[in-house]
């Protein structure tokens, strides 16, 4: 059974940074996060390959950097500089051959 285990959010001041992991168990060819805000759907910040090819939503290119340990089937999310609206609950996202595995989430707050 896929189990992710997240950590790494919590409440920062507008302009700082966190960083998320995600550990999982077992080996995945696709890992990455999304996030969903309160009244809105469920979005793409960043996936990355287990080569390391990585796409991200456009809007957050520059300010988050996604990386992955494979060694430790561990997927991080660096954020800097965030901001009031990159609040929301950030979702670990696994994939391999079609099929997609999800974490429990992590909130992350951000306040002027």
């Known amino acids: 059974q896929v189990r992710l285990v997240e950590s790494g959010g919590g409440l920062v001041q507008t302009g700082g940074s966190l960083r998320l992991s995600c550990a999982a168990t077992?080996?995945?060819?696709?890992m990455g996060w999304y996030r969903q805000a309160p009244g809105k759907q469920r979005e793409l910040v960043a996936i990355i390959s287990s080569g390391g090819s990585t796409n991200y939503a456009d809007s957050l290119k520059g300010r988050f950097t996604v990386s992955r340990d494979n060694a430790k089937n561990t997927v991080y999310l660096q954020m800097n500089s965030l901001r009031p609206e990159d609040t929301a609950v950030y979702y670990c996202?696994?994939?391999?051959?079609?099929?997609?595995?999800w974490g429990q989430g992590t909130q992350v707050t951000v306040v002027s």
């Open positions: 077992g080996i995945f060819s696709r």
């Open positions: 996202y696994v994939g391999f051959f079609g099929v997609d595995y």
